[in-house]
């Protein structure tokens, strides 16, 4: 079993990188959101630099989303997903370890990428380092949670906006808590340990829950 | 009980208790907005306003209650693959938003006159909102899948899964949060006074009335619909 | 494993680690996520001054001062510690001195604080004028309208 889901995740993995990789496009997206926040704002580094940690947590939440309706999509299309479907490995792990792929090819670029964004947001050190440590702990988290979307929607033509509109409200306790372990990070009124460790609670729930929804939904819809 | 599971037998019970419903929730609906605003005495510190609460703590417990009749439904749909369930848990979803609407606006307009705010991300109105976006993300996904089996499938795992919003509603007071505390279900009675809890209570079953009204109508209606496309569609191929 | 051990397998696993989860969560919850301070947590977290949230407390009695063209200014406390606001705005109609309040803003110093929207919070007790008289005269009622004056939004309500 070990050796068929490592099998499936390197296959997704060569996959993302043939189609010539959602994760570059996921990287380019959240540039272009940077680049055109300072002109949103207007030329003022300190209400930038108080702002940046939120603006990039909604960056990685928007990048991670926008390329994850393809999750299951694809496989439906060939005929792959009835085969992931009935085969002797469990749907929960199967949909685990292609979440765990997307991951590492579109939200893991973003995390390695956050602190060299973030110096174009006029974020201090300390506070580049806490936004990368929470962005490594919440994209996991939201690219699961997007798994549930991305299933309820695997049948559907255009089901991206759709997806966004599902997923969104449960991202909120992970936009809530990681945004506040950044700025607490960046001197507020508690310690950084008390919302980080909330995210992480809420990333591992979302970690050991969501694909159990998503293969469920899997399931019952592709039935 | 079980004999009105089957959906015919269901539209004739509905057609027998509408009547009886509909005067019942207009009854209550007259008397309870009668002691709120004529007999129930004002508030010692907010005067007036205070009676908005007649509508908008209703309306807050049918929206929670109208996802937990839902996410029941959802059960129904997923376990035992009831139709009824299926389309109980589809005429519910627009009531629900509808009812977390009112809630949502009347809380509001209590919120400028007391508060000072329309609006603020307090811990208790930012999840009625997040209840207020599922609802209409569930609507949504009822409209776009077509097939009604599948959409009813598809509906009853994002209920189910959203169904860990609702003890964050309710305990969302406890966090500091600006909205007041739990005055009415609580240890050691209600806090608010007697002769202002009555209307409250009264209100509150004319609402749960006007819920199950509308939603054996808003039913009624949904098994009307699916039997004009199951002909529609029979007649399609008979035409062929 | 058979595929029914192994399935139970994944299912307690899943739910070992969704224990862990929210364990973890009501850990560190208990360690005050709010949306407003009291007065006494500032000084017990060590608040640095220049940071930005929400406090709040009761307007202490006699406290609160209004010279025209000056900010307003009043003392938050929670019966523990005070903060002293200054605010320039219009306030609320249920701002009164002991009823609860939520101020936005700075911190300047340890205990002073420059509010930019002040917010009344109002309790869950909801009672009549009447009682709420009858109360003060035993000098039970904590809160409100007591030394001020009559509130200005407030009309008589039926019997």
């Known amino acids: 079993m070990r050796g068929a889901l490592a099998a499936l995740f390197w296959r997704e993995i060569a996959i993302a990188r043939r189609i010539g990789g959602a994760g570059a496009l996921g990287l380019v997206f959240f540039l272009i959101l940077v680049t055109i926040a300072p002109f949103a704002v207007g030329p003022d580094l300190a209400l930038l630099a108080r702002i940046g940690p939120a603006l990039m947590w909604i960056g990685a939440l928007l990048a991670t989303l926008l390329g994850l309706d393809r999750l299951f999509q694809a496989d439906q299309e060939d005929g792959s997903l009835d085969v992931l479907i009935t085969c002797d490995v469990p749907l929960e792990l199967v949909v685990a370890t292609k979440c765990l792929a997307h991951w590492a090819m579109t939200g893991l670029p973003l995390v390695i990428a956050s602190p060299l964004l973030g110096l174009m947001l006029a974020i201090d050190g300390v506070t580049l380092a806490a936004v990368a440590l929470t962005l490594l702990v919440g994209t996991p988290a939201l690219t699961f949670i997007g798994a549930i979307g991305a299933a309820l929607t695997v049948s559907l033509r255009r089901g991206g906006l759709l997806m966004a509109i599902l997923v969104l409200p449960f991202a909120v306790p992970i936009l809530i808590f990681g945004t506040s372990a950044a700025a607490a990070a960046a001197g507020g009124s508690v310690p950084f340990a008390t919302p980080f460790l909330v995210l992480c609670g809420l990333a591992l729930f979302a970690l050991a829950a969501s694909p159990f929804a998503a293969a469920a939904a899997l399931r019952e819809i592709d039935a | 009980m079980l004999k009105y599971a089957n959906p015919t037998n269901f539209l004739t019970l509905a057609a027998k208790l509408l009547p009886w419903l509909g005067a019942a929730t207009a009854a209550l609906f007259a008397f309870g907005l009668y002691l709120g605003f004529f007999v129930a005495p004002a508030d010692a510190v907010q005067g007036e306003i205070f009676r908005i609460m007649y509508i908008h703590v209703p309306a807050a417990w049918l929206a929670m209650l109208g996802y937990v009749a839902m996410a029941g439904s959802a059960l129904g749909t997923l376990v035992w693959r009831h139709p009824l369930a299926d389309v109980a848990q589809k005429a519910a979803a627009p009531l629900g938003a509808a009812f977390t609407f009112v809630c949502l606006v009347t809380g509001s307009l209590w919120g400028k006159p007391t508060w000072g705010t329309w609006w603020v991300w307090d811990p208790r109105l930012t999840s009625v909102l997040v209840l207020f976006i599922m609802y209409l993300g569930l609507i949504a996904l009822w409209q776009t899948i077509e097939d009604p089996g599948r959409a009813a499938r598809a509906a009853a795992i994002l209920t189910l899964v959203g169904i860990v919003n609702i003890p964050i509603i309710k305990f969302s007071v406890d966090w500091n949060s600006l909205h007041q505390g739990e005055s009415v279900f609580r240890a050691g009675g209600s806090t608010i006074y007697p002769t202002m809890l009555w209307p409250l209570l009264v209100m509150a079953v004319a609402f749960t009335l006007l819920f199950v009204t509308l939603l054996i109508m808003s039913m009624r209606n949904e098994i009307l619909r699916r039997r004009v496309r199951r002909l529609s569609l029979l007649a399609a191929d008979l035409a062929r | 494993m058979t595929r029914k051990g192994r399935r139970l397998a994944l299912i307690g696993s899943a739910v070992g680690l969704m224990a862990l989860a929210v364990g973890l969560i009501l850990f560190a919850l208990k360690d005050n996520i709010v949306f407003f301070y009291a007065p006494a947590e500032l000084a017990e977290k060590g608040v640095q001054p220049g940071t930005r949230l929400r406090i709040g407390g009761l307007v ?52 002073t604080f420059r509010a930019d929207s002040v917010l009344a919070k109002h309790d869950e007790t909801y009672m009549p004028r009447e009682v709420a008289d009858a109360l003060k005269k035993q000098g039970l009622w904590r809160g409100g309208t007591a030394q001020n004056g009559p509130p200005t939004t407030q009309s008589q309500g039926s019997p």
């Not at chain 3, 003392?75 to 609860?100: H, I, M, W």
């Open chain 3, 60 to 111: 202490k009695q006699g406290t609160v001062e209004r010279a025209p063209g000056k900010p307003i200014s009043f003392t938050v406390t929670d019966n523990v510690k005070d903060v002293a606001v200054t605010y320039d705005g219009l306030l609320p109609d249920l701002f009164r001195e002991g009823q609860g309040v939520v101020v936005e803003g700075v911190l300047e110093t340890k205990d």
